[in-house]
């Protein structure tokens, strides 16, 4: 790991399953290569597969986190000025629970984009390994 680069390069068809096993979940995003070196699938294919593979290797769930941190946010204050009224706006009673939403959201979101893309990458393995089984 250099320059804060991690390169992973899948040789065989145990290294998908090695990938798995390697895999944490990120608190900071990560960049990276994931290069396959298989013979037995053509070039595109290979592209396709080590960009599937990078996506959902190397997410961070950030996207995930801010959407949700922004509906959290918005749905608050929607419930506050449906049922409080506009008038509440100037009070700073209401304005503390609302940065709480935020980073709630933000959080929760995060939790749920790392998940979704750990739970993507392992199908992308298993598609991976099958379409390399089906070639040999």
């Known amino acids: 790991m250099r320059n804060g680069l991690v390169n992973i390069i899948l040789n065989d068809l145990n290294d998908p399953n090695n990938l798995l096993s390697g895999y944490r979940f990120p608190i900071f995003p990560r960049e990276g290569n994931i ?42 204050w929607l419930y506050i000025i449906v049922f409080e009224g506009l008038q509440c706006i100037m009070n700073w009673e209401v304005w503390a629970p609302s940065i709480v939403f935020l980073f709630a959201g933000a959080v929760i979101g995060k939790a749920i984009g790392l998940i979704y893309s750990r739970y993507a990458l392992i199908i992308a393995v298993r598609k991976l390994i099958l379409a390399v089984s089906r070639n040999s």
Do not use: R, T
């Open 35 to 76: 290069k396959l070196e298989f013979g037995e699938i053509e070039e595109s294919e290979k592209h396709k597969w080590q960009n599937k593979l990078q996506q959902h290797y190397f997410a961070c769930g950030c996207k995930e986190g801010s959407m949700s941190s922004i509906i959290f946010f918005v749905m608050y």
